[in-house]
């Protein structure tokens, strides 16, 4: 694909947006006479986010979109020779020059998998200076990518799957591309929308949105539309004033409600009418921009039974501030009431959308059993990911020239596994996962049905297992979202339990075991 | 600016890059005839971040970069066509295709401001369409720059001037330009430099990097360098083998510090040395890939004392794991007496780094009296801003054609403060902030000296004070980083504290408070 022709090639990563040490270390390694020796890293993380048992990988696109485009650019050499010792070779700048991804091979867990610690998302094969230098780039588009895919697959976990759950973070997000990455990958991990316009436009992520406070806010009531008459929703019988006919409403609906008829805000009203000459198809109302009760949504259904009249029928409410599950229940009562009095039964169903400041906690409450909510909206606590806003992804080297390489170093924590690795997922006969097997490249894969003997991580000795099936992969990002969705199902309830992680386990084979064992006894020598 | 001729015109929003209720008021305005009025919006943030006393305004230039360029391209307008009302006036798709922001005027808190809650960051007044349409990317620009600035400040507070901040988060940010935000606007809060590129070649960020464990584990030790041989760095003399030489001072070395010579990983060596050869005279050695005392110390000073023979002084070293006040005081004991065995006395200074998730309670541990820490490299904990990783910025209405307006909500939080405004920062003789006034912009600039009556918000009634001095703007990067540390520096050690938020005012004028007061009586009708 030719940068050029990638609408998105203004959104993705450029080869300069990377650590001046990739720099430095590419000079070492050409300077060292090694800039081509064949390399491989990989890119992993060490404990699954938000405290819970699992992650979606996901910015696979993202990556390949970049390695794809990826070349340095005259200014970028230029400016990387600025930034090193003048007297360094010209060769060395000519060889920046001629970089591309050609020669790399990447390896990868298709979008939308299940992900576990320790095992790869990326294994990166190639030159060793130019696989070096994909390094930062690389966990910056799969690192937080991942992080939102799981974020939003435990917010869709906790509200079931018949609630609608809207990303609208773009405004929080940390950047541009922070907020265009959000809106995709929590689409990926289970969200049904998003308000952000260019990840529709680009991505092909559903959209949602209806209006603003100040949308109502803008209105007093005093501005006179230039053209107040809407045809009926079948285009037959004359066309109607709706302000006036919204009046008329507002009379019967006061005096059902028990309501002083000045009470509702004529702005509000005016706004709501301007939204419903505009959008008489797809009415919205905003309730909150002065009191629910006794403006919002008073006017609302003043509006929304003048379009009824007409054959047309608001699609919904919103709600912005206050106790979002309490309102829906008082305003569901409200819609049945009125609904019934009036003889509109479509308005008992309109849908009821609530946003504010939603987290986990907040999910639980709105998600429960009898609640009337029906759409919820959800930005800063998807997009920011505040109970972690990092997944922490590493990228480490683990094999040179074909030889295994390991960072010994004295934290246990952060020593890596050796070697050219080949992972597998061992299926139990439901199609659930039972294990991540990581062995080296060279053996031969486990077959299902096999039994075979395995170092589970962590634990003090081998263990057997008889995998009924292996995993398989898929692509694009509607079916990664199914994909996603489908393995999210067969995680067993301990791992969906999103409070404490469960010890999904990754093993060792036996000669991977081995390999670690000889590489830490050689430690230091 | 033309977009083609700006260097980060690919990083930057664009107009599609918003949400899609934008769009759909958008038409709600130009359906009721009302694109054109005149209105105004303010940019604020509603508390403190971090439970602190203060943030810094930042984002402003990157929000002048998207205004300056803002036009919605034929595919864009498309795009909105294809997800609006089949039906719609062509004529309003003809608007948008000719939208730009020359009609738009924006006043704002100078780049590097100290901002307190409800103070408008900007101030953006134009047709009521497009400002309503600028309302997602200007709080995505300008959020998440100010928060990162205002967390990078913190963090220079805690450090004290003295020990260099180094921001290395670009792989845990949360999508590329959120790394090329973060590594920006850590340095206008006080940062010393950033390991991104990217933000050195865009934004003349000072960078720093040298090596990673790849480049350390990647090295066996039985590799042949083309060319072993160094020259003096006087140029005179013959060139010598930098790894015999290097061997050489091992033996010496591991004597004195009672080790034995093949303990040291000959590996790592081999890459200090390839290192050292490639930048002798900016040497530094990361220490924790095997072992620091028994392999990286020993290892750092056989290059570092081969390359001091040669006249060459090595810069420092690096630790990424343990425990790093420690390590460097053992290591600064380390280098004294090796400094005195040897006769090398610049080995005695030799600057130490540390990184691994440094948080503000590590930071002011490394940072505290008596610490041999020279550098602190920061990275996820400045760039996500785990303890607050939004600013929550809002984006308001506060006037139409001159008619001020007003969100009344239940929610006391969400008023807004009505009309269009002026703010004037009162510092005192000594050119610390007293309090910040909002006053309506109708109303006559008060003036050093002059007595004021004012309202601050929050409190009960209003009091008086006399400002000696009012507050004044300032441009570019490098002089927006000097304008918040003296701004920084003149603030009053409350609300330098950073564990609590202390009581800044923020006052209202006389006609503010009355007109406030006016249109909440006037509440809902």
Known sequence: MAAEQDPEALAAARPLLTDLYQATMALGYWNAGRARE????????????????????????????????????????????????????????????????????????????????????????????????????????????????????????????????????LRRAQGPDGGLTASTYSYLGGFDGSSNVLAGQLRGVPLAGTLAHSFITSFLGTEVPPDPMLAPAA???????????????????CAHLGLGVQEP??????AFVAYALAFPRAFQGLLDTYSVQRSGLPNFLAVA????????????????????????QEIRRVFRSISAQFQMPWLESVSITVSNNIDEEELTRLAQEGSEVNVIGIGTNVVTCPRQPSLGCVYKLVSVGGQPRMKLTEDPEKQTLPGSKA?????????????????????APPRAGQELRVWPRGAQGACRVRPAHLCEPLPSLAESRAFAQLSLSRLSPEHKQLQQPAPYRVALSDKLQALVARLRAGGSS
């Not at 938000?50 to 650019?73: E, I, K, P």
Request: aromatic content about 8%; overall charge negative; charged content about 20%.
């Open 38 to 169: 064949q390399a491989e890293f990989e890119l992993f993380f060490r404990g699954c986010p938000f405290g819970g048992a699992f992650a979606l990988a996901a910015g696979l696109r993202d990556c390949v979109r970049f390695l794809r485009a990826f070349r340095l650019q005259d200014a970028d050499v230029q400016f990387l020779a600025s930034v090193l010792p003048p007297d360094t070779d010209p060769a060395f700048f000519e060889h920046l020059r001629a970089l591309d991804c050609s020669d790399v091979t990447v390896r990868a867990l298709p979008e939308g998998s299940l992900a576990f610690p320790g095992v790869p998302l990326l294994q990166v094969c190639g030159p060793l200076l130019v696989v070096q230098l994909l390094e930062t780039p690389l966990l910056c588009l799969v690192s937080y990518a991942s992080l939102i895919a799981t974020n939003a697959s435990r917010l869709r976990l906790i509200a079931g799957p018949k609630k609608r759950l809207l990303e609208m973070g």
């Open 235 to 253: 285009s037959q019988g004359p066309r109607v004033d709706l302000a006036a006919c919204a009046e008329a409403w507002l009379d019967r609906v």
């Open 265 to 270: 805000h004529r702005g509000e009203r005016a």
């Open 305 to 328: 039974l003048a379009l009824g009249e007409l054959g047309y029928r608001a699609v919904g409410v919103r709600l912005d501030s206050g106790d979002l599950l309490q309102q829906a």
């Open 423 to 443: 992972a597998f997922r061992l299926l139990g006969a439901d199609g659930s996962p039972l294990l991540d097997l990581l062995q080296l490249a060279e053996e």
